[in-house]
DNA sequence: CATACATATGAATGATTGTTCATATATTCA
DNA sequence: TGAATATATGAACAATCATTCATATGTATG
């Protein structure tokens, strides 16, 4: 299948800027990372999974006690939870009838503090 | 005004984990705080937007150049520059007609970066 | 086996959001 | 001043999403 360009709204820029744009172009990584790294801020875009993400890099929990300290349904944490989880950003453990969560990467934190180094930042 | 504390669906779990949430609890940052990290990377959480900024890292660039490198209108590129300019990400410089934008934050990259480590290690 | 409990899940709903379209604003140039 | 160009913006629409509610699944316990 051929790759067609799609005439798009060009400017008289053109002439002046096609080196710029064409230099970005060739240096911007692939459309399916930019797209899969959106999918990841996107995880990280809730107030609710922050809080989630934060709370288990302090300690393992079950579900029931996220539900507790951050003051919502058990329902709630619980579709969240699988959320992180098909993210890869975080695992269970089955002990009975308690599931216990925890955090898988440790480079979530440090992206969080860069993200808080920004917002302290205005 | 007495901030009362809601009651929630509370399990057994709460004799034998009490002492870690509240322990969890007393490390969290404000809630203001978390809001506001969740809010900037609502911002990175679109491809559209992560594309603006990777190519603004790159270079400055004028808005139809922008659309023109990602083959998109020159108006939801601009919708997109504003959003990015609220969370004070990018800022901007007018010659005549042309307005310019560039990036701000020099940590966007390397929040980037770090997210880009996650997303490969699947 | 029946009951209680911890968690998961599907459907429904209200809210948010990205893009498009039409149009407004601002600037240059003839 | 009028036409052309670059950008901004408001309304509308479709799509996505977070929470709730009801209920299902799985596990321990009496």
Redesign the pocket.
């Known amino acids: 299948m051929v790759e067609e360009r799609q005439e798009m709204?060009r400017?008289?820029?053109e002439v002046i800027h096609e080196d710029i744009v064409n230099l970005v172009r060739s240096k911007m990584p692939l459309e399916e990372t930019l797209y899969d790294l959106a999918e990841l801020f996107?995880v990280f875009?809730?107030s609710?999974?922050i809080k989630i993400l934060w709370a288990l890099d302090e300690a393992e929990m079950?579900?029931?006690d996220i539900a507790w300290l951050l003051n919502?349904?058990?329902?709630?944490i619980?579709?969240?939870?699988?959320?992180l989880k098909q993210a890869n950003l975080v695992r269970?453990r089955?002990e009975?009838?308690?599931?216990?969560y925890s955090l898988i990467d440790e480079h979530v934190k440090q992206i969080f503090n860069q993200g808080l180094e920004h917002t302290r930042e205005l």
């Not at 009975?96 to 216990?100: E, P, S």
């Open positions: 709204d400017c008289d820029c996107k875009g809730d609710t999974r079950c579900v029931c919502m349904t058990q329902s709630a619980s579709h969240q939870l699988r959320v269970n089955k009975g009838k308690i599931v216990f």
